[in-house]
C-alpha cells in the first residue's frame, strides 16, 4: 500500500461545532453578567432594604454574585481554552488553584443559598 493514497485533514483551528460552543460559552458571561448584575442592583433598591420583613433577600443577593462567579469559572475558561488555546488553569499553579476554587465553591454556593431560600420560606411560612 503506497502512501499517495492516504490523506490526512490538516486542521488549523478548533472545528465548527467547537467554535459554535466557545461562542456560546462567551455569550452566557455577557448575557449572564449583565442580568445577573440587574437583578442585584434591583435587590439593592431602597423597595428590597427592609430585610426585616424579606429575609430572603440577603439570599438572594448573594446568589446573583455566585452566579456571576460561576459564569466566569466554567464558561470564560472554555472559551479561552477552545478559541485561543489559553488554558487559564494551567498558566501557573496559584491561577490553577483560584480557578479550581471558583469553579467548585461558586457552584456548591449556589446550590446551598437555594437551599436556605427554601428553608427559610419554610421555617416562615
Known amino acids: 500500500m503506497s502512501d499517495d493514497n492516504i ?3 490538516a486542521t488549523d483551528g478548533p472545528s465548527r461545532a467547537a467554535e459554535i460552543a466557545a461562542y456560546y460559552s462567551l455569550t452566557l458571561v455577557i448575557v449572564g ?3 445577573n448584575a440587574i437583578t442585584f442592583i434591583v435587590l439593592c433598591r431602597s423597595t ?3 430585610t ?3 429575609p430572603t433577600l440577603h439570599y438572594m443577593r448573594a446568589m446573583a454574585i455566585f452566579d456571576i462567579l460561576m459564569l466566569y469559572g466554567w464558561n470564560l475558561g472554555h472559551y479561552l481554552a ?3 488555546g489559553i488554558d487559564l488553569q494551567g498558566l501557573n499553579i ?4 483560584f480557578y479550581s476554587f471558583l469553579n467548585y465553591f461558586a457552584a456548591q454556593s449556589s446550590a446551598w443559598l437555594r437551599v436556605f431560600v427554601c428553608l427559610d420560606r419554610l421555617v416562615t411560612a
Open 7 to 9: 490523506t490526512s485533514k
Open 33 to 35: 453578567t449583565l442580568l
Open 48 to 50: 428590597f432594604r427592609n
Open 52 to 54: 426585616r420583613t424579606r
Open 82 to 84: 477552545t478559541m485561543h
Open 94 to 97: 496559584p491561577l490553577c488553584r
